[in-house]
C-alpha cells in the first residue's frame, strides 16, 4: 500500500546519516579549536583567551600588529568592493546596451583570474607593484589593486546573473523616452534593481579580501591573515580564537543572506543563474580557497 | 455510460474506487469513484486544488492514496509499483530526457521491456510517424518547440501499447494555436488506437472538445461526470453551471418545475431548489429586442466575431449577459431600453 | 574604458611578464630557466601537487556530490538546507592560515582529537603525519574541497525534474534504471566540469599549505614562494616565473579537456 512512504522513510534515513556524517567531518576541527582556546597546561579550562578577545582596548595594546592587520583588511575591503563596482557595474551594463559584441570578450577576462592561480599572479605582479611602490609609497592598502582582479570572477557571476534578472534595454529606454540622462539611467534605475546583485557581489568581494593571504605574504603586508600567521607563532591561542571569530562570524552572515536572498530579486536571479557550473549564489562564488 | 471509441474493445475497464488522500488537513480525495470504460476518453476538469491531478497521480502509482482501491483491466493495482502497472503517461511539461534524441526517448519504454533493437526503432519510427515527427526523430528536447515535446512525450507514453494512456495537463504549457491543434491530434490519435485514456486539465474548452465524458471535480469530490452536452444543458449544481460555460445569475421565483424570471417563465431541471431562488441561464438562452417600454437598458454591446455580446442591466440592477447574432449588434447601443425575454430552455435553480 | 585599462595593467600585464620572464635571464633571451625545471626537486614538487590536486579532487567530487544529492532530497527552502549550503559556503572559502590552525588544534601533538584517539588507543606513533603532503595536507585539503562540491554542484542535482524519474517509473523502469540511463549521464557533464575546478582550486592553493608545512617545500606553489624568499641566489626570481608558466600550463590543459567536454555535452545541455 504504502511504497512511496517506504522511499520516502529510506530517503530521509540516507539524508541524514549523510548529512550527520559529514558534518561531523566539518565541525570536529572547530571543536579542535574551541578547545585549544581553552585548554590550559595541567586540564581544566579557562575563558582567558575569550575573555582578552572581547576587550578590544586590550587586543590592541597587546597585539598591535592583530589591530594592524584588521585594519588594513577593513581599508582593502572597502577599497576593493569601490572600486570593483566602479569598474564592473557601468561596463557590464553599457556592454549589455551598446556594445553587445564586447559581451564575450569581458566575460572572458573577467573569468580569466580563475584560471590564473594568486601565486602565479604574485609572480607576474611583483614588477607592476615595483612601479606602484616607487610612484607612490608603501602603504598595504595598494594590494587592493591586486584584490579587484582576484574577486573580479565571483563578482562578475553576481552582477551578471542580476542583469539577467532584469530587463536593462527596456528600462533604460523607458527612462530615456522620459527625459533621464545616461547618469540618471544608471544611478535611479539599474543600480536599484541590481540592489540584491550589487549585495551578493560586494559580500562576496569582502569574504574573500578578509581571507587574503597569498598575495599579502608574498609581497610582505600585513593583512588580518598574514598577522594571525605571524601571531600563531607567538601566541598561537588568540590567533585561533580570531580564526574561529571570523568563520562563525561569516556564517552567521552567510546563514543571514539565505533567508534575505530568497526574496523576490533573488530568487529570480537564481533561476537565471542556476544552470552555469560553478553557480552564481553568494555562497558558490564565495569558494576559492586563498 | 456513453462509450465513444470505435476501437473500445482495444482497451481495458479503469476503476477508481473510495478513494482518500489527504495532506495534512485538506482533503485532496474525498471517497472518490470514478470509472471508466474500456477505450473511453474522460477528462477530469477543476479549479487548481480540487483533486484531479491527485486522482491522476494514484491511478499512475506515483502517490499512495490512505485509502480506497484501483483496478484496470479488472485486476486490482492499488499495491502494485508504477513500473509495474502498463501505463503511458504525458507530463505537463520537461518530461523528456534531456540528454537522449526524440527517437531515443520513445525507445526508452521499449528497451525496459527488452526488445530487440530493429523492433524498437521499428515500433519508435512508427510512433514519431503517428506525431508527426518522423523528420526530428534525431533532435534534442531543447531543439523542438514546445508542441513538438509534447508530442514526442505522446509518442513515448504510446509507444509501449500501455493499457491506461495519463495526461497531466499536457497542453497548459503551450501558446493558444498549438494548443487546440494538439489537442484535436490527441483525441484523433487516441480514437486510432482505442486506449482507455484520463486527461485531467483546467481548461474547460479542453476538456468538452476531446473527451467522451467530462468529470467536474471540486474539494476531493466528483461533482458530477458527464458527456460534454450533457454537462452544459444538464448541469447538476450551481457549481457545475458556473465552472462550465457563462452563466447569468438572475433572481426568481420557483414554483413546481417553474421559475419567474424577467417576467417570463423557464422550465427547471432536475434538482432545482423551490421558493426565492437563483436561476442559473446561458446568454444564448435570452432574447433582447429593442423596446422603449423594456425591462432593461443597454450597458455595453461587443463584437466577437461569430457573434456579439450584449451587456444589459435590468430595473432591478441585476446585470445580464445575452448573446446576439452579430448581424442584429448594431441594433444596440448603450443607453438604449430593450426587452429581455427567456426563451423557455431549461435551466438550474438554487434556493436563496 | 577604464575597465579595459585596469585589467590590462593588472591582469594582462602579469601574465605576460610571467610568460615572458620564463624565457629571459639578465635581460636576453634564454631556455635555461625552463631547462631548470627539469631538476628533480621541482619535478618531484610538481608531481606531488597533481597527485594531491587529482586525489582531493576525486574524493572531494564524490563525497560532496553525495552531500549534494542527500541535502537536494530535503525541503527546498527548509532550514536543513539553508544551514548546509551557508555552512559550505563559508568553508569552501577558509583555507589559508585559520584552516591550518584548526587541523593542528584538533590533530596536533596537543590535540582534541589526538588526545582521543590515546584514550582510545588508536593514536599513530607520531602526530608528522599531519604534516606530510600526501596524509595531513590532503585531509585538510578536503575541508573546502567537498564543501566547494556542495556548492557547485548542488544547481546540478537540484536541476533533475521529478518528471524524469515519474517517466521512468511509467515507462517500466526501476529506481536503479533511472540512475543509471537517467540522472547519472544527465549529471556526468556538470559532475566532471565540478571536479575539474576542484583540481584547480587545489593545484593553486597555496596559503594552507604554506601555513601547515613549513620545513620543506613539497608543492610547487611552495616552491615558487620559496623563490621569492631566497632572493640571494641569483636567476631564481627568473625560475619562479618558469614555475608559474608550468602551473599557467597545466591549468591551461584542464581548461582545454573541461571545453573540450563542454562542447561535447551541449548538444543536449541547455544553459
Given at each position: 500500500?504504502?511504497q512511496?512512504?517506504?522511499?520516502?522513510?529510506?530517503?530521509?534515513?540516507?539524508r541524514?546519516?549523510?548529512?550527520t556524517?559529514?558534518?561531523?567531518?566539518?565541525?570536529?576541527?572547530l571543536?579542535?579549536?574551541?578547545?585549544?582556546?581553552?585548554?590550559?597546561?595541567?586540564?581544566?579550562?579557562?575563558?582567558?583567551?575569550?575573555?582578552?578577545?572581547?576587550?578590544?582596548?586590550?587586543?590592541?595594546?597587546?597585539?598591535?600588529?592583530?589591530?594592524?592587520?584588521?585594519l588594513?583588511?577593513?581599508?582593502?575591503?572597502?577599497?576593493?568592493?569601490?572600486?570593483?563596482?566602479?569598474?564592473?557595474?557601468?561596463?557590464?551594463t553599457?556592454?549589455?546596451?551598446?556594445?553587445?559584441?564586447?559581451?564575450?570578450?569581458?566575460?572572458?577576462?573577467?573569468?580569466?583570474?580563475?584560471?590564473?592561480?594568486?601565486?602565479?599572479?604574485?609572480v607576474?605582479?611583483?614588477?607592476?607593484?615595483?612601479?606602484?611602490?616607487?610612484?607612490?609609497?608603501?602603504?598595504?592598502?595598494?594590494?587592493?589593486?591586486?584584490?579587484v582582479?582576484?574577486?573580479?570572477?565571483?563578482?562578475?557571476?553576481?552582477?551578471?546573473?542580476?542583469?539577467r534578472?532584469?530587463?536593462?534595454?527596456?528600462?533604460?529606454?523607458a527612462?530615456?523616452?522620459?527625459?533621464?540622462?545616461w547618469?540618471?539611467?544608471?544611478w535611479?534605475?539599474?543600480?536599484?534593481?541590481?540592489?540584491?546583485?550589487?549585495?551578493?557581489?560586494s559580500?562576496?568581494?569582502?569574504a574573500?579580501?578578509?581571507?587574503?593571504?597569498?598575495?599579502?605574504?608574498?609581497?610582505?603586508?600585513?593583512?588580518?591573515q598574514?598577522?594571525?600567521?605571524?601571531?600563531?607563532?607567538?601566541?598561537?591561542?588568540?590567533?585561533?580564537?580570531?580564526?574561529?571569530?571570523?568563520?562563525?562570524?561569516?556564517?552567521?552572515?552567510?546563514?543571514?543572506?539565505?533567508?534575505?536572498?530568497?526574496?523576490?530579486?533573488?530568487?529570480?536571479?537564481?533561476?537565471?543563474?542556476?544552470?552555469?557550473?560553478?553557480?552564481?549564489?553568494?555562497?558558490?562564488?564565495?569558494?576559492?580557497?586563498s | 455510460?456513453?462509450v465513444?471509441?470505435?476501437?473500445?474493445?482495444?482497451?481495458?475497464?479503469v476503476?477508481?474506487?473510495?478513494?482518500?488522500?489527504?495532506?495534512?488537513?485538506?482533503?485532496a480525495?474525498?471517497?472518490?469513484?470514478?470509472?471508466?470504460?474500456?477505450?473511453?476518453?474522460?477528462?477530469?476538469?477543476?479549479?487548481?486544488?480540487?483533486?484531479k491531478?491527485?486522482?491522476?497521480?494514484?491511478?499512475?502509482?506515483?502517490?499512495?492514496?490512505?485509502?480506497?482501491?484501483?483496478?484496470?483491466?479488472?485486476?486490482?493495482?492499488?499495491?502494485?509499483?508504477?513500473?509495474?502497472?502498463?501505463?503511458?503517461?504525458?507530463?505537463?511539461?520537461?518530461?523528456?530526457?534531456?540528454?537522449?534524441?526524440?527517437?531515443?526517448?520513445?525507445?526508452?519504454?521499449l528497451?525496459?521491456?527488452?526488445?530487440?533493437?530493429?523492433?524498437?526503432?521499428?515500433?519508435?519510427?512508427?510512433?514519431?510517424?503517428?506525431?508527426g515527427?518522423?523528420?526530428?526523430?534525431?533532435?534534442?528536447?531543447?531543439?523542438?518547440?514546445?508542441?513538438?515535446?509534447?508530442?514526442?512525450?505522446?509518442?513515448?507514453?504510446?509507444?509501449i501499447?500501455?493499457?491506461?494512456?495519463?495526461?497531466?495537463?499536457?497542453?497548459?504549457?503551450?501558446?493558444a494555436?498549438?494548443?487546440?491543434?494538439?489537442?484535436?491530434e490527441?483525441?484523433?490519435?487516441?480514437?486510432?488506437?482505442?486506449?482507455?485514456?484520463?486527461?485531467?486539465?483546467?481548461?474547460?474548452e479542453?476538456?468538452?472538445?476531446?473527451?467522451?465524458?467530462?468529470?467536474?471535480?471540486?474539494?476531493?469530490?466528483?461533482?458530477?461526470?458527464?458527456?460534454?452536452?450533457?454537462?452544459?444543458?444538464?448541469?447538476?449544481?450551481?457549481?457545475?453551471?458556473d465552472?462550465?460555460?457563462?452563466?447569468?445569475?438572475?433572481?426568481?421565483?420557483?414554483?413546481?418545475?417553474?421559475?419567474?424570471?424577467?417576467?417570463?417563465?423557464?422550465?427547471?431541471?432536475?434538482?432545482?431548489?423551490?421558493?426565492?431562488?437563483?436561476?442559473?441561464?446561458?446568454?444564448?438562452?435570452?432574447?433582447?429586442?429593442?423596446?422603449?417600454?423594456?425591462?432593461a437598458?443597454v450597458?455595453?454591446?461587443?463584437?466577437?466575431?461569430?457573434?456579439?455580446r450584449?451587456?444589459?442591466?435590468?430595473?432591478?440592477?441585476e446585470?445580464?449577459?445575452v448573446?446576439?447574432?452579430?448581424?442584429?449588434?448594431p441594433?444596440?447601443?448603450?443607453?438604449?431600453?430593450?426587452?429581455?425575454?427567456?426563451?423557455?430552455?431549461?435551466?438550474?435553480?438554487?434556493?436563496? | 574604458?577604464?575597465?579595459?585599462?585596469y585589467?590590462?595593467?593588472?591582469?594582462?600585464?602579469?601574465?605576460?611578464?610571467?610568460?615572458?620572464?620564463?624565457f629571459?635571464?639578465?635581460?636576453?633571451?634564454?631556455?635555461?630557466?625552463?631547462?631548470?625545471?627539469?631538476?628533480?626537486?621541482?619535478?618531484?614538487?610538481?608531481?606531488?601537487?597533481?597527485?594531491?590536486?587529482?586525489?582531493?579532487?576525486?574524493?572531494?567530487?564524490?563525497?560532496?556530490?553525495?552531500?549534494?544529492?542527500?541535502?537536494?532530497?530535503?525541503?527546498?527552502?527548509?532550514?536543513?538546507?539553508?544551514?548546509?549550503?551557508?555552512?559550505?559556503?563559508?568553508?569552501?572559502?577558509?583555507?589559508?592560515?585559520?584552516?591550518?590552525?584548526?587541523?593542528?588544534?584538533s590533530?596536533?601533538?596537543?590535540?582534541?582529537?589526538?588526545?582521543?584517539?590515546?584514550?582510545?588507543?588508536?593514536?599513530?606513533s607520531s602526530?608528522?603525519?599531519?604534516?606530510?603532503?600526501?596524509?595531513?595536507?590532503?585531509?585538510?585539503?578536503?575541508?573546502?574541497?567537498?564543501?566547494?562540491?556542495?556548492?557547485?554542484f548542488?544547481?546540478?542535482?537540484?536541476?533533475?525534474?521529478?518528471?524524469?524519474?515519474?517517466?521512468?517509473?511509467?515507462?517500466?523502469g526501476?529506481?536503479?534504471t533511472?540512475?543509471?540511463?537517467?540522472?547519472?549521464?544527465?549529471?556526468?557533464?556538470?559532475?566532471?566540469?565540478?571536479?575539474?575546478?576542484l583540481f584547480?582550486?587545489?593545484?593553486?592553493?597555496?596559503?594552507?599549505?604554506?601555513?601547515?608545512?613549513s620545513q620543506?617545500?613539497?608543492?610547487v606553489?611552495?616552491?615558487?614562494?620559496?623563490?621569492?624568499t631566497?632572493?640571494?641566489?641569483?636567476?631564481q626570481?627568473?625560475?619562479?616565473?618558469?614555475?608559474?608558466?608550468?602551473?599557467?600550463?597545466?591549468?591551461?590543459?584542464?581548461?582545454?579537456?573541461y571545453?573540450?567536454?563542454?562542447?561535447?555535452?551541449?548538444?543536449?545541455?541547455?544553459?
Amino acid at each position: 500500500m504504502s511504497q512511496r512512504a517506504a522511499f520516502r522513510r529510506k530517503q530521509t534515513l540516507f539524508r541524514w546519516v549523510t548529512v550527520t556524517a559529514v558534518l561531523a567531518f566539518f565541525v570536529l576541527p572547530l571543536l579542535g579549536m574551541l578547545d585549544f582556546t581553552t585548554k590550559v597546561r595541567r586540564g581544566g579550562r579557562t575563558l582567558a583567551t575569550w575573555r582578552t578577545l572581547s576587550h578590544v582596548s586590550e587586543i590592541s595594546t597587546r597585539y598591535p600588529a592583530l589591530k594592524e592587520g584588521f585594519l588594513a583588511s577593513l581599508g582593502l575591503c572597502v577599497i576593493t568592493v569601490v572600486l570593483m563596482l566602479a569598474l564592473l557595474v557601468p561596463t557590464m551594463t553599457w556592454v549589455r546596451l551598446r556594445l553587445p559584441g564586447l559581451s564575450r570578450t569581458v566575460e572572458f577576462i573577467c573569468l580569466l583570474p580563475l584560471t590564473v592561480p594568486a601565486i602565479v599572479l604574485v609572480v607576474g605582479l611583483v614588477p607592476v607593484y615595483a612601479w606602484v611602490f616607487y610612484l607612490f609609497n608603501e602603504s598595504t592598502l595598494w594590494l587592493a589593486l591586486a584584490y579587484v582582479v582576484l574577486v573580479l570572477p565571483y563578482a562578475y557571476r553576481a552582477l551578471d546573473a542580476g542583469l539577467r534578472a532584469i530587463d536593462v534595454k527596456t528600462l533604460s529606454e523607458a527612462a530615456r523616452s522620459l527625459g533621464a540622462s545616461w547618469f540618471t539611467v544608471m544611478w535611479r534605475i539599474v543600480l536599484p534593481n541590481l540592489r540584491t546583485a550589487v549585495l551578493s557581489a560586494s559580500f562576496l568581494s569582502v569574504a574573500l579580501v578578509l581571507g587574503e593571504f597569498t598575495i599579502a605574504n608574498l609581497f610582505s603586508r600585513r593583512n588580518l591573515q598574514v598577522a594571525m600567521y605571524q601571531l600563531g607563532k607567538s601566541d598561537a591561542k588568540i590567533s585561533v580564537a580570531v580564526g574561529l571569530v571570523s568563520l562563525v562570524f561569516a556564517f552567521v552572515v552567510l546563514f543571514a543572506m539565505s533567508f534575505v536572498g530568497s526574496g523576490r530579486g533573488g530568487r529570480r536571479a537564481r533561476r537565471a543563474a542556476a544552470p552555469a557550473i560553478p553557480a552564481a549564489s553568494p555562497a558558490a562564488a564565495a569558494a576559492k580557497e586563498s | 455510460m456513453t462509450v465513444a471509441s470505435p476501437n473500445a474493445a482495444r482497451g481495458v475497464a479503469v476503476e477508481l474506487i473510495g478513494l482518500r488522500r489527504t495532506y495534512g488537513t485538506v482533503n485532496a480525495l474525498d471517497s472518490f469513484d470514478l470509472h471508466l470504460a474500456p477505450g473511453e476518453f474522460v477528462a477530469l476538469l477543476g479549479p487548481s486544488g480540487c483533486g484531479k491531478t491527485t486522482a491522476l497521480r494514484c491511478l499512475a502509482g506515483l502517490e499512495d492514496p490512505d485509502a480506497g482501491r484501483i483496478t484496470i483491466g479488472g485486476r486490482d493495482v492499488t499495491a502494485l509499483p508504477t513500473n509495474k502497472r502498463d501505463l503511458g503517461m504525458v507530463f505537463q511539461a520537461y518530461s523528456l530526457f534531456p540528454h537522449m534524441t526524440a527517437r531515443q526517448n520513445v525507445e526508452f519504454g521499449l528497451e525496459m521491456r527488452r526488445q530487440d533493437k530493429a523492433t524498437r526503432a521499428k515500433r519508435a519510427g512508427d510512433m514519431l510517424d503517428l506525431v508527426g515527427l518522423s523528420t526530428q526523430a534525431d533532435r534534442y528536447a531543447h531543439q523542438m518547440s514546445g508542441g513538438q515535446q509534447q508530442r514526442v512525450a505522446l509518442a513515448r507514453a504510446l509507444a509501449i501499447s500501455p493499457q491506461v494512456l495519463l495526461l497531466d495537463e499536457p497542453l497548459s504549457a503551450l501558446d493558444a494555436k498549438v494548443r487546440t491543434q494538439l489537442r484535436d491530434e490527441i483525441r484523433r490519435i487516441q480514437l486510432e488506437v482505442g486506449t482507455t485514456t484520463l486527461f485531467v486539465t483546467h481548461d474547460q474548452e479542453e476538456a468538452l472538445a476531446v473527451a467522451d465524458r467530462v468529470g467536474v471535480m471540486r474539494a476531493g469530490k466528483l461533482e458530477q461526470l458527464a458527456a460534454p452536452l450533457e454537462l452544459y444543458a444538464r448541469p447538476a449544481s450551481a457549481f457545475v453551471a458556473d465552472f462550465i460555460g457563462l452563466t447569468n445569475r438572475l433572481r426568481g421565483r420557483a414554483t413546481g418545475d417553474r421559475a419567474e424570471i424577467l417576467g417570463g417563465s423557464v422550465p427547471l431541471l432536475p434538482g432545482s431548489g423551490s421558493g426565492d431562488v437563483e436561476v442559473l441561464i446561458r446568454p444564448e438562452h435570452i432574447d433582447v429586442t429593442p423596446d422603449a417600454d423594456g425591462n432593461a437598458s443597454v450597458l455595453s454591446a461587443s463584437f466577437l466575431g461569430a457573434h456579439g455580446r450584449v451587456t444589459a442591466t435590468t430595473d432591478a440592477g441585476e446585470q445580464v449577459l445575452v448573446q446576439v447574432p452579430s448581424a442584429s449588434l448594431p441594433d444596440f447601443s448603450p443607453g438604449q431600453r430593450v426587452r429581455l425575454t427567456p426563451r423557455g430552455d431549461a435551466a438550474l435553480a438554487v434556493a436563496l | 574604458m577604464p575597465f579595459f585599462v585596469y585589467t590590462t595593467v593588472f591582469l594582462v600585464i602579469p601574465t605576460i611578464v610571467v610568460v615572458v620572464a620564463a624565457f629571459v635571464s639578465e635581460g636576453r633571451p634564454t631556455l635555461g630557466n625552463v631547462r631548470a625545471l627539469g631538476n628533480a626537486n621541482f619535478l618531484t614538487a610538481m608531481r606531488q601537487s597533481i597527485i594531491l590536486s587529482a586525489a582531493t579532487a576525486l574524493i572531494g567530487a564524490v563525497v560532496g556530490a553525495i552531500l549534494a544529492y542527500a541535502v537536494s532530497t530535503a525541503r527546498p527552502d527548509g532550514i536543513l538546507k539553508r544551514f548546509v549550503t551557508s555552512l559550505c559556503g563559508v568553508l569552501a572559502q577558509f583555507g589559508g592560515v585559520a584552516l591550518a590552525f584548526a587541523f593542528i588544534a584538533s590533530f596536533g601533538a596537543q590535540g582534541m582529537i589526538s588526545a582521543w584517539l590515546k584514550k582510545a588507543g588508536m593514536a599513530p606513533s607520531s602526530t608528522l603525519w599531519l604534516y606530510e603532503w600526501n596524509k595531513g595536507v590532503l585531509l585538510v585539503y578536503l575541508y573546502f574541497q567537498i564543501p566547494l562540491m556542495l556548492i557547485v554542484f548542488l544547481p546540478a542535482v537540484e536541476g533533475l525534474r521529478p518528471q524524469w524519474r515519474e517517466a521512468t517509473e511509467t515507462l517500466g523502469g526501476t529506481t536503479w534504471t533511472y540512475w543509471r540511463r537517467v540522472a547519472m549521464p544527465i549529471l556526468f557533464p556538470s559532475f566532471v566540469g565540478a571536479t575539474l575546478l576542484l583540481f584547480t582550486n587545489a593545484f593553486s592553493a597555496y596559503a594552507t599549505a604554506a601555513a601547515l608545512v613549513s620545513q620543506a617545500q613539497p608543492l610547487v606553489p611552495l616552491q615558487i614562494a620559496g623563490t621569492f624568499t631566497s632572493e640571494t641566489v641569483l636567476g631564481q626570481a627568473n625560475i619562479g616565473k618558469a614555475m608559474a608558466l608550468a602551473m599557467v600550463v597545466v591549468v591551461a590543459i584542464v581548461m582545454a579537456i573541461y571545453t573540450w567536454l563542454d562542447k561535447r555535452s551541449s548538444k543536449w545541455l541547455v544553459r
